[in-house]
């Protein structure tokens, strides 16, 4: 079974300053792994993901992730934040167990960006 | 073209009343979604629809029942809701296994059962 944990539900930098998001997960198999983004009373919007190759994933509005297996994590990162980077990110992983290759989201981690 | 609709954008109904949610993509994918998410929550997954037929249901209470008439419709049927099914309800659809399946999500429709 696979599993994602989102470390820190709330998250604060300030404008200009590096943004990192973590995410481990647990899987048996190798992952398929995803980062999204919701903004406020809107739906999910795919940052990036990673499905094999290469181990570090570029993504839209200057985010990436970088896959390590030895640590089971897949952190989103960012070099300077923006205020428009304010949202909810979550990390995900494809189910293999079942449902028609759903996924199997983290609790989610909420970014305030400070100008 | 990666884009989902839903309709209508907001929806509020009384715990008598019937309405329908719906979803369209045009993107040839054969996997749909229908997705549950409460504030401040993850999504969570109610209906999986392959190749127009129901595959997957999380134990959804009958209340909701969900159609797939062609593979680039979805529709979420509503009757007798309680107001704990107020929430942001989200739909998808998955491109194949060699477009890395990719799940893409509707904008929602935010739902409040009075």
């Known amino acids: 079974a696979q599993s994602v944990t989102q470390l820190g539900s709330h998250v604060s930098v300030s404008e200009g300053a590096l943004v990192l998001l973590r995410c481990n997960y647990s899987s048996s198999v190798p992952p398929y792994l995803f980062w999204y983004v919701q903004y406020p009373n809107q739906g999910l919007q795919l940052l990036l993901k990673?499905?094999?190759?290469?181990?570090l994933v570029k993504g839209i509005n200057g985010f990436e992730a970088e896959f390590k297996k030895s640590e089971t994590s897949f952190h989103l990162t960012k070099p300077s934040a923006h205020m428009s980077d304010a949202a909810e990110y979550f990390c995900?992983?494809?189910?293999?167990?079942?449902?028609?290759?759903?996924?199997?989201f983290g609790k989610g981690t909420k970014l305030s960006v400070k100008p | 073209d990666t884009e989902v609709t839903q309709t209508p954008k907001h929806l509020v109904m009384g715990m008598t009343n019937k309405k329908s949610l719906k979803c369209e993509q045009h993107?040839?994918?054969?996997?749909m979604y229908w997705y549950k998410q409460k504030a401040k929550k993850p999504p969570e997954l109610m209906f999986v629809y392959s190749y127009e037929k129901l595959s997957i249901n999380e134990s959804v209470p009958s209340r909701f029942s969900p159609e797939c008439p062609n593979s680039s419709l979805l529709n979420l049927h509503l009757h007798a809701l309680q107001p704990e099914d107020s929430a942001l309800y989200l739909c998808a659809s998955r491109g194949a296994e060699g477009q890395g399946d990719t799940q893409y999500f509707g904008p929602g429709t935010r739902l409040t059962v009075l």
């Open positions: 990673y499905t094999t190759g290469a181990t």
């Open positions: 993107m040839g994918h054969r996997a």
């Open positions: 995900a992983v494809k189910n293999y167990g079942g449902s028609q290759g759903n996924l199997i």
